[in-house]
């Protein structure tokens, strides 16, 4: 079994900035309400910037529902209720953790044409059993049983624009750790296992003792999240056996809390093995999405794989970007860690004209078939020529609430030259 060492903060993006002094957007509150921004940084897995931050949180642009609170994840006391709205251009549906039991789903009429059909996931007596990832999908997308749908499959959809989810944890003082109702787990040679051995609240740090003894923090590790656990290499029929986790520091009302897990080795692969999926593809750009007339610009089109995994890659461009103005590379690998690599292909345009602005796609294709895609605007502008969009993600511009409450404001700025926002409170 192998477990890199190689370290990886995971932590829960969204960025902000502030207009010029020509542009200024002002949230005015009439009520005394405390106002919060919430300032995160993505996962520095490979090359990204400024402008693909901004993208991530902009996937409701693109078709995938719209889930109320915006955020990854949200933290819950114990015997409170919750309400999760999702918003879409057709009917939904919801999938839960496999141990939610107090829930109450109601669909509605939102009356914005362009996302009609909601739904509201009323969560009850919310308690540990709760934690998880909720998934509200486009039912058009759901195959005979939802509740058969494996987890790389409920990623493609997200990937897709296909489905939105939104992770919860649980303040619970006495349970630490997520507990599985079958820890029972098959591991291919050679292949990535995941062991859900995740806390109850993001920063509750867990440890897991191997089959041979060896233990490992999440503090210290690689690849590790806390919202799907340890991420090891099984190497062979020798590490199998039983993996246990437990929090570094137990509650005194739980002090033997723990979890043990059955690893069963399934034997060897072949060289090419068949893949159940392909992550989602990063895109960065050299002009961080924005150039003059005239001028070149390249876009660089990252994913991470296993090793003994090929792929291909196809743009998909504008149609005013015309063939023989494009250069592509074939995908090369540009980065390695002892069981992934990262591989980059990159797309120039010469001489670029107005009729290049819009959305670059890129497809990667695995030796299996599986499918990862990602876009990227791009904007082409005269010299001298600039512009600012703002907008708050829901559509929703009025706010009103009870005093003394806490609110969340979001808003969605692009512009150029690259704007700053500062907000305004009376």
């Known amino acids: 079994m192998r477990l890199p060492h190689t370290s990886i903060r995971h932590t829960n993006p969204r960025r902000s900035g502030g207009l010029n002094k020509t542009s200024i957007f002002a949230a005015l509150l009439f009520l005394r309400l405390t106002t919060f921004w919430r300032v995160q ?9 400024y402008d693909e931050e901004f993208r991530r949180n902009d996937a ?21 209720n919750y309400t999760i709205r999702c918003e879409a251009d057709e009917p939904l549906t919801w999938r839960l953790p496999d141990d939610t039991v107090d829930y109450d789903e109601q669909t509605f009429n939102t009356g914005d044409p362009q996302r009609l059909h909601g739904s509201m996931l009323y969560l009850q007596d919310i308690s540990s059993k709760n934690l998880g990832n909720y998934y ?15 987890d790389e499959e409920l990623v493609e959809l997200v990937n897709n624009y296909k489905a939105s ?10 349970n630490l750790l997520s507990q599985n109702e079958f820890p029972v787990i098959s591991a291919l040679q050679y292949q990535d296992t995941v062991i859900p051995c995740k806390p109850t609240m993001p920063n509750i740090e867990v440890l897991l003792t191997t089959s041979h003894g060896e233990t490992f923090s999440s503090e210290n590790t690689g690849r590790y999240n806390p919202q799907r656990g340890f991420v090891v290499e099984i190497r062979g029929v020798t590490d199998g056996g039983s993996y246990v986790c437990r929090p570094k520091v137990p509650s ?7 979890q043990t897990f059955e690893i069963l080795f399934s034997g060897n692969e072949p060289v090419n093995p068949s893949t159940k999926y392909i992550e989602k593809p990063i895109i960065t750009s050299n002009s961080r999405g924005h150039v003059n007339v005239g001028e070149n610009f390249t876009l660089n089109c990252y994913v991470k794989i296993a090793f003994d995994v090929s792929y291909s890659t196809e743009w998909k461009t504008p149609p005013g970007v015309d063939e023989d103005r494009m250069i592509k590379t074939i995908p090369t690998f540009i980065n390695k860690t002892s069981t992934h690599q990262v591989g980059e292909a990159k797309l120039t345009i010469l001489n670029s004209k107005k009729s290049d602005s819009g959305l670059y796609e890129c497809i990667c294709t695995d030796h299996s078939k599986n499918v990862g895609r990602n876009n990227y605007q791009m904007t082409v502008l005269n010299r001298d020529e600039g512009y600012i969009n703002i907008s708050e993600p829901s559509g929703y511009y009025k706010i009103a609430s009870s005093a003394n409450k806490k609110v969340q404001i979001n808003v969605k700025y692009r512009g150029y030259p690259f704007p700053t926002l500062t907000w305004y409170k009376p």
């Open 41 to 49: 940084a993505a996962p520095q897995l490979f090359p990204t910037n």
């Open 60 to 80: 409701v642009e693109y078709g995938a529902p719209l889930i109320t609170p915006l955020m990854d994840y949200v933290t819950l006391e114990l015997n409170t």
């Open 136 to 150: 509200c999908i486009k039912k058009s997308s759901v195959p005979n049983r939802l509740d058969a749908m494996l």
């Open 165 to 174: 989810s939104i992770y919860i944890y649980v303040n619970d003082p006495v």
């Open 252 to 258: 005194p009302l739980n002090e033997e809390e723990e």
